[in-house]
């Protein structure tokens, strides 16, 4: 019951916290997030921290900062019941163990601490779990648990897989019902597995980070490295400056309660689209209660539809027979509640063109991303446009302010890799659109009304 109880919590959390003086700042600022992957036994990870940490400090009158932690397992393999450190290191590492010893213990006392080398170190799953689950107390919470862990892990001799341990962090940064979460080990496993394979899987080492989904690091940086990568983010900040019809519905004071939603949804996709007009809706008139991230994914009801476009009528008689013209009838009514006019002319074929498209905007910002798939559903639904043709998603890449597109579309490799690791990792799991996670945890699916998305924030 308390962990049903705890996922309802807002994914930033009102508890005071050590960090809340670090990240916290005006909704005038530009907001910075960073998405760090990370092993709890990796000390490097810890040391990057630490100057990221002073990077934040210093840079808090410019901006606000929203960190994310993903796990990472340097040893997957290493034994739950745990090992020495120092015969760990030695097998590992071999002559080299007593070198990078003293390495790490004058890295250590450039930060300040003392790294001891005592205790056991193994297995790290069940901190990566108890991380995932500080999480959804506040990004703060899960930011001070880092710390805790690691204060521990690496000064005080305290071994990364011992529950006491990982209660008495919790119990520190302020965590409620973290040992009946531990307790069951099933408990956040199969979110850690699957942030393991969409995050770890394409990196090979941390610390990492990506700044903004754009600007990204790896190693143990000095202070100085993450000042100038927030110097950059001014080229292309996560929420662009350029004028944008959603601008007014997404944007609020920070004191607001965050809300993320991530869509996976198709291009060809009239619920999809119906479903996006109802959430902009439901944003408009919650503007006044959160600030929203919203986050498009692809997913493709039709992955063999062919490049060159086959005609929409004659499409969907192949496809649903007798049933086409009562779908296209009810289409028409479902679109006039919108206060659109569905339109079956033209062409419909292969989406991945557009999806790249949409991947490319999210690099310029979430408003254009959001913008643009406003402008595509625009023109395929009602004017008769074909999601293929280039001509007509430049024309909407311009309407919203994407720069460099037609370079970008010009190489079908650019962003293919990209679009076909999120169809796997996150459509996989999917067997219909639109599909919408609501700050990670509430889903739902289908062309909702405004009232269930309006009750899914509250």
Not at 102 to 125: H, P, Q, W, Y
Not at 258 to 286: E, H
Not at 298 to 327: C, H, N, T, V, W
């Amino acid at each position: 019951m308390i962990i049903q109880l705890l996922n309802l919590l807002s994914l930033l959390s009102v508890y005071p916290s050590r960090y809340s003086r670090i990240m916290s700042g005006t909704s005038e600022k530009k907001l910075v997030r960073i998405d760090v992957s990370s092993d709890t036994v990796c000390p490097w990870c810890f040391v990057g921290k630490r100057n990221l940490d002073k990077a934040i400090a210093s840079s808090k009158d410019k901006y606000n900062f929203e960190i994310i932690w993903h796990p990472f397992q340097l040893n997957p393999d290493a034994p739950k019941e745990g090992i020495d450190k120092r015969e760990y290191y030695r097998r590992k590492f071999g002559s080299q163990s007593e070198r990078m010893e003293a390495r790490m213990s004058e890295v250590f006392k450039n930060i300040g601490l003392e790294c001891s080398l005592s205790g056991l170190m193994g297995n790290t799953i069940d901190s990566h779990r108890l991380i995932y689950y500080a999480r959804q107390q506040g990004l703060d919470k899960q930011h001070d648990l880092v710390e805790e862990l690691a204060i521990g892990y690496f000064t005080q001799g305290k071994y990364i897989g011992d529950h006491k341990f990982l209660l008495e962090s919790a119990a520190k940064v302020g965590l409620e019902g973290a040992e009946e979460f531990l307790r069951d080990p099933n408990n956040g496993l199969k979110e850690v597995e699957e942030e393991l394979k969409t995050y770890s899987g394409n990196i090979t080492g941390v610390p990492y980070y990506v700044i903004n989904g754009n600007h990204k690091l790896s190693g143990g940086q000095p202070p100085e490295v993450f000042l100038r990568a927030f110097q950059l983010l001014n080229l292309v900040p996560l929420l662009s400056v350029y004028p944008s019809r959603y601008s007014r519905i997404m944007s609020g004071t920070s004191e607001k309660k965050l809300v993320r939603i991530d869509v996976s949804s198709d291009t060809v996709c009239p619920w999809c689209f119906v479903g996006k007009r109802n959430l902009d809706k439901a944003i408009a008139t919650s503007k006044d209660k959160y600030n929203f991230e919203i986050i498009w994914h692809p997913f493709q009801l039709d992955p063999d539809a062919p490049k060159e476009g086959i005609d929409k009528r004659e499409y969907y008689r192949r496809k649903f027979g007798s049933q086409s013209e009562r779908m296209e009838a009810r289409m028409s009514e479902v679109f006039k509640n919108v206060g659109l006019e569905y339109s079956l002319s033209g062409l419909t074929g292969n989406t991945i063109d557009s999806h790249r498209l949409i991947y490319f905007a999210k690099q310029q910002g979430l408003d254009k991303q959001h913008d643009l798939v406003e402008e595509l559903a625009i023109g395929y639904f009602t004017q008769g446009k074909y999601i293929g043709d280039h001509k007509f998603l430049l024309e909407s890449a311009a309407k919203v302010g994407i720069e460099g597109a037609e370079e970008f579309l010009q190489d079908p490799n650019n962003g293919l890799k990209e679009v076909e690791e999120e169809l796997k990792t996150i459509a996989g799991n999917i067997s219909g659109v639109p599909y919408y996670v609501i700050n990670g945890n509430h889903k739902l699916s289908g062309g909702q009304p405004p009232e269930v998305f309006l009750r899914a924030f509250q």
